[in-house]
């Protein structure tokens, strides 16, 4: 059974920063794409970062209002990716949620994504 569970989440001020964690068990995600998107509340499910299978070569995207602060990245040897928020604005506010698709190739659709893990909230106070 595959599980992906976040954890990281918490209060911070503006301008700190956190580093989410994604565990996944039940099988190996090294060479499946991975990604983190938000929600904020009354909002729907945003993209926030992805980044590419091994195979693929790992390479990373990132929404606009998040990039240059935000860093996804993977360490298979673990099967955990994380997302390293820095320069946090209280609009980044929401339940973040891990990601990963049965492809080595990025997507930022919620859709294209097969297994999610439960979301861990972020919160930034200004």
């Known amino acids: 059974q595959v599980q992906l569970v976040e954890s990281g989440g918490g209060l911070v001020q503006a301008g700190g920063s956190l580093r989410l964690s994604c565990a996944a068990s039940?099988?190996?995600?090294?060479?499946?794409?991975m990604a983190w998107f938000r929600q904020a509340p009354g909002k729907e499910r945003e993209f926030v970062a992805t980044?590419?299978?091994?195979?693929?070569?790992?390479?990373?995207y990132y929404a606009e209002s998040v990039k240059g602060r935000f860093t996804i990245s993977r360490d298979n040897a673990k099967n955990t990716v994380y997302l390293q928020m820095n320069s946090l604005k209280p609009e980044d506010t929401a339940i973040y949620y891990c990601?990963?698709?049965?492809?080595?190739?990025?997507?930022?659709?919620?859709?294209?994504?097969?297994?999610w893990g439960q979301g861990t909230q972020v919160t930034v106070s200004s």
């Open positions: 990601a990963g698709r049965e492809s080595t190739w990025n997507s930022r659709l919620t859709d294209r994504y097969d297994y």
């Open positions: 980044i590419s299978g091994s195979g693929s070569g790992g390479s990373t």
């Open positions: 039940g099988r190996t995600f090294s060479s499946n794409a």
